[in-house]
């Protein structure tokens, strides 16, 4: 059985077999491509509706996977607003042949779903807490649910900190967004690119150069991180230099998932599964593991 | 602008932050409060680094000239940064070119006069390298992950979210 997570996390553990009742997770349910839309130069937001009945509900950090007809499975972080229940959203970064089939799709062609998979953002063991959101990159995408869910929740936390980096300013996703959610009461937005030109008036440097922009409360931080391996590594360097504990800094982590549901051992990493006992750890149970260069 | 106000900006910018009172009072004797231009350089690379800045408010950003490629701007700073290493190293020359993108304050120090106090009281050099030496580390590690380009073109996804 994966381990229990700290702090009463609100972790779903998704059981190998079926849900009792519930639909059978190996078999992909139709659904329909409602909206494709660019957000940067080879990264698609994608909005999927069921060809019939509702989706199942998600919870932030959750993913599902997305089969192309023919083509290849994926699997693809929920993007979109866990409120939501006729829709689902994904951004995808194309680069490879089955992710460029996906964002290919075109706007009413059906694809096959299931999930959602895996152990989500600690969203209610966060309450009464500063949010601190990380990302970098693509890892934008799997945290906007928690913004989401945050704005809708809104006194029901402390300060919401978000820390974006990217690595130029054209590959920074949902610029409109990121302005809007700066104007909402306790939320601050910074945003920073490794390589910016001249034109670029905002922050040039990498996502942990925002750290010091930001005063952080250690004791009432809860820190979520998305983003490429070795830069959550740096980020939880970070963390740990300003006094966030282990039990507070949570990552998703990315392997090679395909069954979604723990069975095929694909995605081990150490003594979990990241499709069930992940993608969201908390670095508790990751420290162990991280810097281990065979795993 | 007098001592009292500079010595008082000096106790309450984060790089000096707890540094003791009387050490606040020698740096203070090299302090001198300055102002530049949006587009105004505060360095430029190789020439004399006889000063630091520790800035108030404002944007700065660091570049580096390429013949091919022109300036390249490689980091931002902002209120609360320190500014500048060169002047504990020797030659003392500065390795970028720091423009101001805003309008910037800053509290400018003495290299020269800093650096003839710091080998008079070596407990104030030690306490001023340390937070030097923080700040290179932090620089270092940017400059790690930089190299690194972590967000670079890869291969298809494990989880499409990274």
């Given at each position: 059985?994966?381990?229990?997570?700290?702090?009463g996390?609100?972790?779903?553990?998704?059981?190998?077999?079926?849900?009792?009742?519930?639909?059978?997770?190996?078999?992909?349910?139709?659904?329909?491509?409602?909206?494709?839309?660019?957000?940067?130069?080879?990264?698609w937001?994608?909005?999927?509706?069921?060809?019939?009945?509702?989706?199942?509900?998600?919870?932030?950090?959750?993913?599902?996977?997305?089969?192309?007809?023919?083509?290849?499975?994926?699997?693809?972080?929920?993007?979109?607003?866990?409120?939501?229940?006729r829709?689902?959203?994904?951004t995808?970064?194309?680069?490879?042949?089955?992710?460029?089939?996906?964002?290919?799709?075109p706007?009413g062609?059906?694809?096959?779903?299931?999930?959602p998979?895996?152990?989500?953002?600690?969203?209610?063991?966060a309450?009464?807490?500063?949010?601190?959101?990380?990302?970098?990159?693509?890892?934008?995408?799997?945290?906007?649910?928690?913004?989401?869910?945050?704005?809708?929740?809104?006194?029901?936390?402390?300060?919401?900190?978000?820390?974006?980096?990217?690595?130029?300013?054209r590959?920074?996703?949902?610029?409109?967004e990121?302005?809007?959610?700066?104007?909402?009461?306790?939320?601050?937005v910074?945003?920073?690119?490794?390589?910016?030109?001249?034109?670029?008036?905002?922050?040039?440097?990498?996502v942990t150069?925002?750290?010091?922009?930001?005063?952080?409360?250690?004791?009432?931080?809860?820190?979520?991180?998305?983003?490429?391996?070795?830069?959550?590594?740096?980020?939880?360097?970070?963390?740990?230099t300003?006094?966030?504990?282990?039990?507070?800094?949570?990552?998703?982590?990315?392997?090679?998932?395909?069954?979604?549901?723990g069975l095929?051992?694909?995605?081990?990493?150490?003594?979990?599964?990241?499709?069930?006992?992940?993608?969201?750890?908390?670095?508790?149970?990751l420290?162990?593991?991280?810097?281990?260069?065979?795993? | 602008?007098?001592?009292?106000?500079?010595?008082?900006?000096?106790?309450?910018?984060?790089?000096l932050?707890?540094?003791?009172?009387?050490?606040?009072?020698?740096?203070?004797?090299?302090?001198?409060?300055?102002?530049?231009?949006a587009?105004?350089?505060?360095?430029?690379?190789?020439?004399?680094?006889?000063?630091?800045?520790?800035?108030?408010?404002?944007?700065?950003?660091?570049?580096?000239?390429?013949?091919?490629?022109?300036?390249?701007?490689?980091?931002?700073?902002?209120?609360?940064?320190?500014?500048?290493?060169?002047?504990?190293?020797?030659?003392?020359?500065?390795?970028?070119?720091?423009?101001?993108?805003?309008?910037?304050?800053?509290?400018?120090?003495?290299?020269?006069?800093?650096?003839g106090?710091?080998?008079?009281?070596?407990?104030?050099?030690?306490?001023?390298?340390?937070?030097?030496?923080?700040?290179?580390?932090?620089?270092?590690?940017?400059?790690?992950?930089?190299?690194?380009?972590?967000?670079?073109?890869?291969?298809?996804?494990?989880?499409?979210?990274?």
């Open positions: 059985m994966p381990d229990t997570a700290p702090r996390s609100s972790a779903v553990v998704v059981s190998p077999a079926a849900p009792r009742g519930g639909p059978d997770p190996m078999i992909p349910v139709p659904a329909r491509i409602l909206k494709v839309r660019r957000e940067t130069h080879d990264t937001t994608l909005e999927v509706g069921p060809v019939e009945g509702d989706l199942l509900p998600f919870a932030p950090g959750q993913f599902s996977m997305l089969y192309v007809l023919g083509v290849a499975e994926l699997p693809i972080s929920i993007s979109g607003d866990p409120a939501e229940t829709r689902r959203v994904y995808v970064r194309s680069v490879g042949a089955a992710t460029a089939a996906l964002v290919g799709q706007e062609e059906c694809i096959g779903v299931r999930g998979f895996g152990a989500p953002w600690p969203v209610e063991a309450r009464g807490r500063d949010l601190l959101l990380i990302a970098g990159g693509i890892g934008l995408a799997p945290l906007r649910p928690v913004l989401y869910h945050a704005l809708a929740h809104r006194d029901d936390y402390g300060r919401v900190l978000v820390l974006y980096g990217a690595r130029s300013p590959d920074l996703l949902y610029r409109k990121l302005s809007q959610w700066g104007r909402e009461r306790g939320v601050h910074l945003t920073t690119v490794d390589y910016g030109g001249l034109r670029w008036t905002g922050n040039v440097g990498v150069t925002l750290f010091r922009r930001v005063p952080l409360d250690p004791g009432r931080t809860t820190a979520m991180v998305c983003g490429p391996e070795i830069m959550m590594r740096f980020v939880v360097g970070e963390l740990e300003r006094g966030v504990g282990p039990d507070d800094i949570w990552l998703s982590m990315e392997r090679n998932m395909k069954c979604g549901i095929c051992g694909h995605c081990q990493f150490g003594p979990m599964f990241v499709c069930r006992d992940g993608p969201v750890l908390p670095y508790r149970r420290r162990p593991w991280v810097t281990r260069h065979e795993i | 602008m007098n001592i009292e106000n500079l010595e008082k900006i000096l106790v309450e910018h984060p790089f932050k707890d540094l003791p009172v009387d050490h606040i009072g020698t740096v203070v004797g090299c302090a001198s409060n300055r102002v530049f231009a587009g105004e350089f505060l360095s430029r690379e190789g020439e004399q680094a006889d000063q630091f800045f520790l800035l108030r408010e404002g944007r700065v950003s660091l570049e580096v000239h390429s013949p091919n490629a022109g300036a390249l701007r490689i980091e931002t700073l902002t209120d609360g940064d320190v500014l500048g290493w060169s002047w504990i190293i020797e030659p003392y020359r500065w390795h970028f070119d720091a423009r101001a993108l805003t309008r910037v304050r800053a509290i400018a120090l003495d290299g020269k006069c800093l650096r106090k710091c080998d008079s009281d070596h407990e104030l050099g030690w306490r001023l390298l340390r937070r030097f030496a923080r700040v290179m580390e932090q620089r270092l590690q940017s400059t790690r992950l930089q190299l690194v380009d972590v967000y670079g073109r890869r291969k298809e996804p494990a989880r499409e979210h990274a």
